[in-house]
């Protein structure tokens, strides 16, 4: 699998007052094409913090981000937002869907930050709705949708715009647990389907089978990593006995 993202020695410091939090303490780490990853860790260990970093809406402390082979640290603050806009989508906890508007228009919003209008954009939107079984609620107000059906908007936005790097920060949080895996199975599909890169920050183990490989946060570093979920289920076993 190609080579998507990495990082090295990445690392950020938050002023918080007189003091320093140390929120990501030098974290090494790839992503490929066509891979879902989950990022899990106890509150507080970095995910969010790594996941801003990763999509470039944070800039580090130090140490250094590879995005499609290319440096992206070194990039002014200038030259960010294009990165995001043509690499990147984020599916956030809270939808962070426009309560005014359709379901449909939503989505058209989310192509036109990325300067996709027009015809276009409409024939895309109603095609990514259609993926997400949303079809016949495109007219829908989001307050007239379930949570579940609100996350598939939000994974139809990010569909839509046809990035290969899509950044998930809890996007269960708010759900059942059909729903919740029915959002985390689409996001599968795009990894293995289209080849995106999927990285999910998580809390909820209900659906951890779903990811290729598992990365476990602690105090900012990444102490842990597999593919086995077995193995996983393990080490969470002995990490929360480990706090008893
Ligand atoms: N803007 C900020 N200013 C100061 N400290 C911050 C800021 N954002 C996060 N932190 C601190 O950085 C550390 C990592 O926070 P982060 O939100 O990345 O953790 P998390 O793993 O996503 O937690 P959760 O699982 O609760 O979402 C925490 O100690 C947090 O208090
Ligand atoms: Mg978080």
């Known amino acids: 699998m190609a080579e998507m993202l990495e990082t090295r020695e990445l690392r950020m410091v938050y002023q918080d007052g007189k003091q320093e939090v140390v929120a990501v303490a030098g974290v090494d780490v790839r992503f490929r094409r066509g891979e879902i990853v989950g990022l899990f860790g106890p509150s507080g260990s970095g995910k969010t913090t790594l996941l801003s970093l990763l999509g470039c ?3 580090p402390s130090s140490g250094s981000l590879r995005l499609f082979g290319k440096e992206v640290t070194s990039l002014g603050e200038k ?3 294009a990165v995001r806009k043509r ?4 599916i956030f906890q809270g939808f962070n869907l426009f309560p005014a508007l359709s379901v449909l228009d939503n989505v058209l919003l989310g192509l036109r930050i990325k300067g996709i209008t027009g015809e276009e954009a409409e ?4 095609r990514v709705l259609e993926e997400v079984g949303l ?7 989001p307050r007239d949708l379930s949570g579940g059906q609100k996350q598939r908007v939000a994974v139809a936005r990010a569909l839509a715009s046809d990035c290969p790097l899509i950044l998930a920060d809890e996007p269960t949080g708010n759900l059942d647990h059909a729903n919740g895996r029915n959002v985390m199975e689409i996001l599968r599909t795009l990894a293995h389907e289209k080849g995106r890169c999927v990285v999910v920050a998580t809390h909820d183990n209900r659906i951890d089978d779903i990811f290729d490989r598992i990365l476990f946060m602690e105090d900012g570093s990444i102490t842990k990593e597999t593919d086995d979920i077995n193995k996983l289920r393990l080490m969470r076993e002995l990490t929360t006995s480990s706090l008893r």
């Open 87 to 90: 690499f990147i989508s984020f």
């Open 79 to 81: 030259a960010l937002p």
């Open 135 to 141: 079809s016949e609620r495109s007219t829908f107000l």
């Open 123 to 126: 024939q895309r939107a109603l």
């Open 57 to 59: 809406i944070l800039k």
